[in-house]
């Protein structure tokens, strides 16, 4: 963590100094009232946990988001999700639901949530949510840096009628999905493993001794953290040892060589491994609510438990103008409306920051 210099004054931040505010499934449309009433028909329950939406990235950057999440399903053939079940639903209802099929028939990489009943996205393939977070980032050059997880579900749900997904523990799938990646943020806007390791063994090991790079050097810029299971994560690492040459970072267990980024999704339960993590290096992403069920409570506990914790980003389906279906009037930012500050974990004194 920042030191001081013998002039008195701090050491320049780095970019894991700092606290975020982020959306979770950041992407995620209204679902038709066709479909939900459907959904509370067969289960509830899920569609209670569905009961909410978002804005368009552009909007939550404007809003000061700087933490997205982007569930992902592999589509090399196109076509895959380009007749959701749903969507027959919606328009025998009469609903237009603004669905994107002409990107679902093309080949790559489709960004939604639940196939066939959660699938209306705000951009419909993870080229186009990139490619609009990447032109907001190029006009507001000045932004701290823009942390994305990548969430695939790449197993059967078992659930019927729901698209089975293709797994992604194929070296060619993710080859390709590295390829998505650089083509929409091509390099300098990009923060890699690469640059970040440096001439270091590993990753945990550059952290451990230089640290993270600083944060002016990574104002402006973008990094992404694949979150998959174990088998997925493990085939992206092969081959690229230390992640050389990979366009994103990775979800490992800790201690391992390129573990110096954790997903916990409970700060409540897992508050102090959350604090431990913070203070030895690494970058964590939490979550500060949870399935509308804190939305439906009021119940801020877990929002303070995440901001507590220090980690870097703290995720929410309920930042300041997101949409409201509940009517519940919850909303999460940090103390006094702040979207982002320093990590009180990192930076005990605290800090003033330019989002």
Known sequence: MPVLLAAGEPAPLAMNDIQVVGSHNSFKAQISSAVMARLRAMEPKLADGLDYHHLSLTEQLEAGIRQFELDIFADPDGGRYADPAGEAWAREAGEVTGFDRAAMLAPGYKVLHIPDVDYLSTCATLALCLTEIDGWSRSHPDHLPIMITLNAADMPSGRPGITDPLPLDNPALLDALDAEVRAALPAGRLITPDEVRGTAASLRDAVRDNGWPALDATRGRIYLVL?????????????????????????????????????????????????????????????????????????????????????????????????????????????????????????????????
């Open 227 to 355: 979150d998959v299971r174990d088998a997925v994560s493990d085939a992206y690492r092969a081959s690229h040892p230390a992640l050389a040459g990979r366009a994103m970072f990775g979800w490992y267990p800790d201690g391992q060589p390129e573990s110096m980024l954790q997903i916990v999704q409970d700060p409540l339960a897992d508050g102090a491994q959350i604090r431990r993590w913070v203070a030895g290096g690494t970058i964590v992403r939490t979550r500060t609510d949870a399935n509308a069920v804190e939305a439906r409570s009021g119940d801020h506990t877990k929002a303070q438990a995440a901001m507590d914790s220090g980690a870097q980003a703290v995720s929410t389906d309920y930042y300041p103008g997101a949409p409201d279906p509940l009517g519940a009037g919850f909303t999460i930012s940090l103390p006094d409306g702040a979207m982002a500050r320093c990590s009180l974990v990192r930076v005990p004194q605290g800090c003033k920051l330019k989002p």
